[in-house]
């Protein structure tokens, strides 16, 4: 199974900007459809942005177009979220996994990783 590690999280005031990373354990298809969701404390994970590894199909929820940007790296095997202007409302847990492509559902039966937090104080 391909594992897949978050990381670059922090606490950020209103404003600010944090770069997250996803490092694969192995390369997948050129088209295989990877993105992250967050997770606030008390509420269910919710879907982030999401892209393919060439960088095709790319799709955010509403609340962070604009201010959110999802790439990738496919020869380091790396996924990135750029976030800027940051708000309180983005605080959360964010995670990273594989899609079922084209939609912004898991793949059924993959697990969640331990996620990186971010944090936005007012």
């Known amino acids: 199974q391909v594992q897949l590690v978050e990381s670059g999280g922090g606490l950020v005031q209103t404003g600010g900007s944090l770069r997250l990373s996803c490092a694969a354990s192995k390369r997948t298809f050129s088209t295989s459809t990877l993105g992250w969701f967050r997770r606030a404390p008390g509420k269910e994970r919710e879907f982030v942005a999401r892209?393919?590894?060439?960088?095709?199909?790319?799709y955010y929820r509403d609340s962070v177009k604009g201010r959110f940007t999802i790439s990738t790296d496919y020869a380091k095997t790396t996924m990135y979220l750029q976030m800027n202007s940051l708000k309180p409302e983005d605080t959360a847990v964010y995670y990273c996994?594989?899609?079922?492509?084209?939609?912004?559902?898991?793949?059924?039966?993959?697990?969640w990783g331990q996620g990186t937090q971010v944090t936005v104080s007012s």
């Open positions: 892209i393919t590894w060439s960088g095709d199909s790319i």
């Open positions: 996994n594989l899609f079922v492509p084209g939609t912004s559902l898991v793949i059924p039966g993959r697990s």
